[in-house]
């Protein structure tokens, strides 16, 4: 009860107005509460609200088969047209490899075979875009904590960074999609990527043959087509520095809902 209290509080003095999150990619809002939420909270103070209530040490709500959404829809790259990806595409990503480097003691690539035989979690979640939809799907793939065991981070390491294997944008200004997450939420049990959905494989629009499942946090944290992890101290020297792709655009880091 006082925890609610407090957070009514520091919400009301922080209503800062609109953040950048109105941008461009963003036509079909809502205003649900998770995304007024996000709207009028800035980064710092999201995250601190998120500790204050508890938000971060929790699990996210798991759904029951009965919730399953009958589609799941894909939503930004769809069907990348970058060359390497539709030739790893053609080969039913036979060759598909994620690689683990950066401030790691073991650089590590795994095979998709590999990651399909280490610990495995299932887990039934609600998606939600910033655009204004949400769909709740079974996500099957390795906690993120079982592959970053292997690689070992550095004590330096403080972010993980995700690298996607498609470019996004218009016209001739598409840039690689890369997302970021701290450790805290690289090694939460619900972090895993994922390489099924719903008893299948992937599919293309969902980031086949991997991607990150990372429950806590709104829909443009979890990276598609994922090909490689990078562990850093700082994002400041990827894309436009704010560590991912609509982070440079705009958008949260710390995306809680
Ligand atoms: N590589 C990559 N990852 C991405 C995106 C993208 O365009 N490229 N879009 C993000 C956004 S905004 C959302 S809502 C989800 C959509 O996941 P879905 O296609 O499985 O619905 O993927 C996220 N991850
Ligand atoms: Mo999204």
């Not at 060759?95 to 950066?102: E, F, M």
């Not at 609600?126 to 793939?141: F, L, M, P, Q, Y």
């Not at 450790?183 to 991607?211: F, M, S, W």
């Not at 990827?238 to 710390?254: A, I, M, N, V």
Request: hydrophobic fraction near 40%; charged fraction near 20%.
């Amino acid at each position: 009860m006082e925890a609610n209290v407090n957070k009514r509080q520091f919400l009301g003095r922080t209503l800062t107005g609109v953040s950048a999150l109105a941008l461009a990619g963003c036509d079909r809002l809502n205003m649900s509460p998770w995304f007024s939420k996000v709207l009028a909270v800035g980064e710092s103070i999201n995250k601190g609200v998120h500790q204050l209530a508890g938000g971060r040490v929790s699990m996210a709500q798991e759904f029951s088969e009965a919730d399953l959404s009958p589609v799941f829809r894909g939503n930004g790259s769809i069907n990348p047209d970058d060359g390497a990806y539709r030739a790893m595409a053609a080969e039913n990503f036979a060759n598909w490899t994620l690689k683990v480097d950066g401030l790691v003691e073991q650089p590590t690539v795994f095979t998709l075979a590999q990651l399909r035989l280490m610990p495995r979690r299932t887990q039934i979640t609600r998606h939600d875009c910033v655009e204004g939809w949400s769909a709740i799907g079974k996500w099957t793939g390795v906690p993120l904590a079982q592959v970053l065991a292997l690689a070992k981070p550095t004590a330096q390491a403080r972010y993980v960074v995700l690298h996607c294997a498609d470019t996004y944008g218009t016209g001739g200004s598409k840039t690689p999609y890369y997302e970021s997450i701290d450790l805290e939420d690289a090694y939460h049990a619900q972090t895993i990527v994922a390489y099924g959905l719903n008893g299948k494989p992937l599919p293309v629009a969902n980031g086949a043959p991997l991607r990150l499942r990372v429950e806590r946090q709104l829909g443009y944290k979890h990276a598609k087509f994922l090909a490689r992890i990078e562990l850093v101290e700082s994002f400041a020297h990827l894309g436009r520095g704010k560590g991912g792709y609509w982070e440079d655009r705009g958008y949260q880091w710390y995306a809680g809902i």
